[in-house]
């Protein structure tokens, strides 16, 4: 299972839980289990449909341009981060 | 990706320093920048801007400008497309499009002095200068807020009525200055401080600076009898310049074509589009190509400066100097719309060290000031000069040596960022240690007045979407296209890293940067990710020629393709051979024409880390700062021209030192910016600096087949708390605002003497 990381500002939704573990081939389908979970969370990754403007995903280390398609292998570990662009 | 076997490889392109391809058109001035564009009719074209720092427009009257004599079309924000709050994606980024248009042309409100309200094209640039006194703008002035903190007070006068603080995602419930609240913690960081041995918490600002490239923003536009627009412009991405245009005029993006000119410095600020849009609409209602040149002042008073910002550090550490606790404060400028830089501030405070009970909370706020643009290392050097101070105080504090410090809690492969995510393979510690077995280092510094400072920085450098083609020439040469604006030397950089991949000479590949019709999607030059993504794409493109140069060898020799093996450009199968250039005289008989093409999209950073030595001297009367020695020493992962890699660890080392002694944006207290020139704002000039040493680092980066790391933004991070660091030794003066100009620096120092 992958472990998500849940941004401090969200565990509101979450009582707390900093971390879970979910199942999941895709990013779509982590937020999905997350959204289960945790209802409204999803409100919180996503904007219409899509990943929400400001916010990305670190998927391994690496910030993932795949948005929900993103693949997520069994043992990924996943953060939820500010966007960042460069100079 | 297979690295091991490169990482040991001895190349015969990569890390040699050949001439630069557009070395000849540079050095002669035949390069076309945007200024020198024109085409015939082209008629030009002028910005209104506001005279206030904040206030309600409550009418435009153009009608007198449009009669006036030798003026071909007038426009507002009325002539573009209304957009309600549409977020696009842009590759590097997204965008709120309503508030980028609302900058290019100002709806409704003016936010900050310079913002642009109206613009006429004329036969030339003074008529349209006239004209634009003609315009009659009915301001109802409100009271600006320039300082972020003042920004931030509940009392504040509000920019966006609707705008309400996103805490990573959630939405605040009433308006506010404040856009955005990030917030990070991880482990016991209340406890961990309470049994820290040292506990040191110290308060920095910094003042708004420029990009200060020395190309002002030019455009040229043509929207065609049939429709199509095309737009040749100094930009950092074509791509993102032309979607952003199609999205403010609401017009497909096949509909455009922007046409990337030779640009004169970028450093994040040629991002977002200005004059495009505004240059197209004008063009749509005249009917003729429509030129516009921004003048410094506009520059300075209309285009992005790097945030200002207050930031509060607090560090906690065993007596023996390990860090158990960390706690940053971070608000940055986002200026007039909301999306600055903070996020990677607060990614990048703890950035460099190990400390397990972390909390960092950062601030974007709106205030009165041009909307904020990337900046090298956007939000990065903030936040280093706050945390590096901290640092190299603990390390005084404790009697422990600043690098013995920092090898102690240096990142690391497998570091846990207080954001989140895991370090791969990174070189911080051996910028450390390479500083510690320096020249400069060793070497004692004499003399009164006199300091030693070091520091060190950060930056992610970005991966992102690249494209390339490359065609073989029957004289065994390579033409390479790609999209990838050149600012840094990448033409040459990225050709290497082709030819060292088909085995031919840098000189025998001929890089191309495409318009938006000529080659496929990249994203910006930007993120320090050229020399690593689009030199990726280029290694690919050489596999692909590879394989099919293969081929044809396999049939001049009636084999099996797999049986064919190329070793450094020699084609080879049982006895027989044939070099890249030979084969390359065949490709008629045996095929026609060898086209390779790679489209990538690399995840991830390539984490580049820097480590800066700088001395010295301050005149105890006047307070100038002299920078005597400087070295900058980074992990580049592999450089692949040495030069241009020396030369952007030289330029982020320079920025850095202007950004620390004397760039500043001043404003009066109705925040309008009273020094947009280059004689009051005050960028380091080659009298100023000595020359910047340079020791590169090569640590691989297994994400990249040479093993390369971005290089360009890193150099920026460390350089003024390094400098505050040696000024602190020097002057016995510690420095918490930037910049540390002579009035500024007198002052802290008359105050500590009394």
Same mark, same amino acid.
């Given at each position: 299972m992958a472990k998500v990381y849940i941004p401090a500002q969200w565990r509101d939704l979450t009582g707390g839980t900093a971390d879970v573990q979910l199942d999941g081939h895709s990013l779509k389908q982590i937020v999905a289990g997350l959204e289960a979970r945790f209802p409204g969370i999803a409100a919180r990754v996503c904007d219409d449909g899509r990943i929400a403007a400001g916010l990305a995903v670190s998927i391994d280390g690496a910030i993932s341009s795949r948005g929900l398609l993103a693949p997520v292998e069994p043992h990924s570990e996943i953060h939820f981060l500010p966007a960042i662009g460069g100079g | 990706m297979a690295s091991s076997s490169f990482e040991k490889k001895k190349y015969k392109v990569i890390g040699t320093r050949p001439v630069r391809h557009d070395g000849a058109d540079k050095v002669t001035g035949r390069a076309i920048y945007g200024s020198d564009f024109r085409l015939t009719g082209t008629v030009h074209g002028k910005i209104l801007r506001s005279p206030h720092a904040h206030a309600r427009i409550k009418s435009i009257d153009t009608s007198a400008a449009e009669k006036h004599p030798g003026v071909l079309a007038v426009v507002t924000s009325g002539d573009f497309p209304n957009l309600k709050n549409k977020i696009a994606n842009l590759g590097e980024g997204s965008v709120n499009l309503a508030h980028l248009g609302a900058n290019v042309l100002a709806h409704g409100k003016v936010l900050y002095k310079g913002h642009a309200v109206a613009a006429v094209a004329a036969v030339n640039p003074h008529v349209a200068e006239e004209a634009l006194k003609l315009i009659q703008v009915q301001y109802e002035p409100l009271k600006p807020v320039v300082w972020v903190l003042d920004a931030m007070r509940d009392d504040a006068p509000l920019l966006h009525d609707d705008l309400r603080t996103s805490s990573m995602g959630k939405k605040g419930d009433k308006p506010s200055n404040i856009s955005a609240h990030i917030h990070f913690e991880t482990g016991k960081v209340d406890e961990a401080f309470a049994k820290a041995d040292v506990v040191i918490e110290r308060e920095f600002k910094t003042a708004s600076v420029h990009q200060g490239y020395i190309e002002p923003h030019v455009a040229t536009a043509l929207w065609n009898e049939d429709g199509h627009l095309t737009i040749w412009t100094s930009t950092q991405g074509a791509f993102t310049a032309r979607q952003q245009t199609a999205e403010l005029l609401q #017009?497909? $993006?096949?509909?455009v074509t922007v046409v990337p000119c030779e640009i004169g410095g970028g450093f994040g600020g040629k991002i977002a589009v200005y004059l495009e849009p505004v240059a197209a609409v004008l063009s749509r209602k005249c009917g003729r190509p429509v030129k516009m040149v921004m003048n410094r002042d506009e520059v300075f008073e209309g285009t992005g400066p790097t945030p200002g910002s207050f930031v509060r550090v607090k560090l906690g550490a065993t007596r023996s100097g390990q860090l158990v606790a960390g706690e940053a404060w971070l608000a940055y400028d986002a200026g007039a719309f909301p999306g600055g830089m903070i996020g990677p501030g607060c990614m990048c405070v703890f950035s460099c060290y190990e400390i397990p009970n972390a909390r960092v909370d950062g601030y974007d706020v709106v205030n009165n000031k041009p909307k904020t643009q990337a900046y090298r290392a956007p939000g990065a050097t903030q936040a280093a000069f706050a945390c590096e101070s901290v640092i190299d105080e603990l390390a005084e504090k404790l009697g422990i040596d600043p690098i013995e410090l920092r090898l102690k809690n240096a990142a690391k492969e497998g570091t846990r960022r207080v954001d989140g995510p895991v370090y791969p393979r990174i070189g911080f510690i051996e910028t450390l240690q390479a500083a510690q077995a320096s020249e400069h280092w060793k070497s004692p510094l004499v003399g009164p007045h006199r300091g030693r400072g070091i520091a060190s920085g950060y930056w992610f450098n970005i991966g992102l979407k690249s494209s390339a083609s490359a065609s073989v020439n029957p004289d065994g040469t390579v033409s390479l296209v790609e999209g990838s604006t050149d600012i840094g030397g990448t033409r040459t950089s990225v050709a290497m890293q082709l030819a060292e991949t088909l085995g031919i000479r840098a000189e025998d590949v001929r890089p191309q940067v495409a318009d938006t019709d000529g080659v496929g999607y990249t994203d910006v030059t930007g993120g320090s990710r050229v020399t690593f993504a689009t030199g990726l794409a280029a290694y690919e493109v050489g596999l692909d020629i590879q394989r099919q140069m293969a081929q044809r060898a396999a049939l001049l020799w009636e084999c099996d393709p797999a049986k064919v093996a190329c070793t450094d450009g020699v084609y080879k199968t049982n006895g027989k051979s044939i070099a890249f250039a030979e084969l390359a005289g065949k490709l008629g008989e045996t095929g026609g024409p060898v086209v390779g093409r790679a489209a990538v999209d690399p995840q991830g950073s390539s984490n580049g880390f820097g480590t800066h030595i700088v001395d010295v001297e301050v005149d105890p009367d006047t307070a100038k700062v002299t920078i005597l020695r400087y070295t900058a020493i980074q992990? $580049?992962?592999?450089? #692949?021209h040495p030069s241009y890699v020396e030369g952007q660890m030289q330029g982020g080392a320079v920025q850095g030192i202007g950004w620390a002694l004397n760039e500043e944006y001043v404003f009066d207290e109705q925040g309008r910016m009273q020094n947009p020139n280059y004689l009051d704002y005050r960028m380091p000039t080659a009298l100023d600096v000595p020359m910047i040493d340079t020791i590169i680092v090569e640590v691989f980066n297994p994400a990249h087949p040479y093993g390369v790391r971005g290089v360009g933004e890193t150099p920026i991070v460390a350089p003024p708390a390094a400098i505050a660091n040696a000024i602190y030794r020097a002057s016995g003066t510690r420095m918490r605002e930037l910049p540390m100009s002579p009035p500024r620096l007198w002052a802290a120092m008359t105050e500590k003497k009394s």
């Open positions: - | #017009i497909p $993006v096949s509909q992990d $580049v992962g592999k450089a #692949i």
